[in-house]
């Protein structure tokens, strides 16, 4: 339901900014693969230098390949704010962003990695991996502005991700995954001090 704030601005034609964070923690030898996805995106969000649609087309693949592994997911969490001005949606994003970064080896190098793109990528059995989406959109997206720590409403707002690259609204994408780079290891007890938004689902 819309605040009156939310009612005023919109009568006064401004244009409604929403930024969100999502945690998504997996666990289980199985979800190594998706390692391979996520650094792809990050390959391809470097290489485009930051071009929207690129960065909307990895959050795509990334928001797909969560929702095959759906059965490893062990708990969510989610934030996110509303504004009105484009200036402190900004401001806010590259809070979180610095925020995500500072997590446990949340930032992955991709600079040595880049240099050894062609060499085959050997995939670690990781136990634990938490997901970071951060985004910005223009307009009001309820599957996003809930509580998405239950099974049904991360799904929901997952495909609600998908949605907002095809309906052309993002402003922002950031991702960042937890352990980043290959061979490093997420313990459980990592996992409760570096993620404490995190809710068993």
Same mark, same amino acid.
């Given at each position: ?107 992955? *190098?991709?600079? %040595? @990695? /880049? &240099?050894? +793109?062609?060499?085959?990528? $050997? !995939?670690?059995?990781? =136990? ?18 809930? *509580?998405?720590? %239950? @099974? /049904? &409403?991360? +799904?929901?707002?997952?495909? $609600? !991700?998908?949605?907002? =690259? ?21 313990? %459980? ?13």
């Amino acid at each position: 339901m819309s605040s009156w704030r939310d009612r005023f601005n919109q009568l006064g034609g401004k244009t409604r900014f929403v930024v969100c964070r999502l945690f998504i923690h997996l666990v289980g030898e199985e979800v190594a693969p998706l390692l391979g996805v996520l650094n792809k995106a990050a390959f391809d969000a470097v290489d485009s230098e930051g071009d929207m649609t690129v960065l909307g087309e990895g959050l795509v693949e990334i928001c797909q390949s969560l929702l095959q592994y759906d059965t490893y997911w062990q708990a969510a969490g989610n934030e996110g704010d509303v504004f009105w001005d484009e200036g402190e949606a900004g401001d806010f994003v590259t809070e979180l962003f610095t925020d995500s970064a500072q997590r446990y080896r949340s930032a992955p *190098d991709v600079e %040595s @990695m /880049s &240099a050894n +793109r062609d060499e085959p990528l $050997a !995939l670690p059995a990781t =136990h634990h991996l938490v997901v970071m989406l951060t985004v910005a959109f223009e307009g009001e997206v309820p599957e996003l502005e809930a *509580d998405l720590a %239950s @099974m /049904s &409403a991360l +799904r929901a707002g997952l495909k $609600a !991700l998908v949605n907002l =690259h095809y309906q052309e609204t993002l402003r922002a994408v950031q991702v960042h995954f937890s352990p980043a780079r290959l061979g490093d290891e997420l313990t %459980s007890d990592q996992v409760l001090v570096g993620f404490p938004e995190l809710i068993p689902l």
